[in-house]
Antibody, heavy 117, light 107 residues
Framework: QVQLVQSGAEVKKPGTSVKVSCKAS????????IHWVRQAPGQGLEWMGIINPSGGSTNYTQKLQGRVTMTRDTSTSTVYMELSSLRSEDTAVYYC??????????WGQGTLVTVSS | DIQMTQSPSILSASVGDRVTITCRAS??????LAWYQQKPGKAPKLLIYKASSFESGVPSRFSGSGSGTQFTLTISSLQPDDFATYYC?????????FGQGTKVEIK
């Protein structure tokens, strides 16, 4: 069965970076784009960007341009999202999702990232 | 960026009620619109894509309609499992954006 398993919760200090992983299984990894979406506590959903696992091409929301990097490792069917220069407003649950807004959409379980001094 | 505006923000309803949530795009997005349901502490779940197409396994009481800039999600007869927050999302051009959400609560 399709699974997207994300790495565990993180606590980071302002100004540092965090790297969240999303390991896919149960389907052909390169056949589906992976999106990252985040949700601050008590807030709505924010689309962060997308990566094509086949070629590695990406598209990021302008708001995070320069701070977010999405990469993939086809040998382990894993996608990574790294966010740098963390600030308190980056405290959120980060989700990876396969085939967002399409048939067969599947989400990871979410990773809580807390930014606190 | 295309802005998505949902109304209402909070909707109080009873089991069996017909419920309608509206989503408006700041510019035409054709039919490139999806609807999600989210329960507390859980990842969102896709209900509808391409404005009116059902994701597999979604109960038939859910339906979506609209095109251009105006869209609706309708629940024909609200069930206890439907009390949740609903989000619309466009995928016309990058960046994809979500509406602010509509919380359906028990009246």
């Amino acid at each position: 069965q399709v699974q997207l398993v994300q790495s565990g919760a993180e606590v980071k200090k302002p100004g540092t970076s965090v790297k969240v992983s999303c390991k896919a299984s149960g389907y052909t990894f390169i056949n589906y784009y992976i999106h990252w979406v985040r949700q601050a506590p008590g807030q709505g959903l924010e689309w962060m960007g997308i990566i094509n696992p086949s070629g590695g091409s990406t598209n990021y929301t302008q708001k995070l341009q320069g701070r977010v990097t999405m990469t993939r490792d086809t040998s382990t069917s894993t996608v990574y999202m790294e966010l740098s220069s963390l600030r308190s407003e980056d405290t959120a649950v980060y989700y990876c999702a396969r085939a967002l807004a399409a048939a067969g959409c599947f989400w990871g379980q979410g990773t809580l990232v807390t930014v606190s001094s | 960026d295309i802005q998505m505006t949902q109304s209402p923000s909070i909707l109080s309803a009873s089991v069996g009620d017909r419920v309608t949530i509206t989503c408006r795009a700041s510019q035409s997005i054709s039919s490139w619109l999806a609807w999600y349901q989210q329960k507390p502490g859980k990842a969102p779940k896709l209900l509808i894509y391409k404005a009116s197409s059902f994701e597999s396994g979604v109960p038939s009481r859910f339906s979506g309609s609209g095109s251009g800039t105006q869209f609706t999600l309708t629940i024909s007869s609200l069930q206890p499992d439907d009390f949740a927050t609903y989000y619309c999302q466009h995928y016309d051009t990058y960046p994809w954006t979500f509406g602010q959400g509509t919380k359906v609560e028990i009246k």
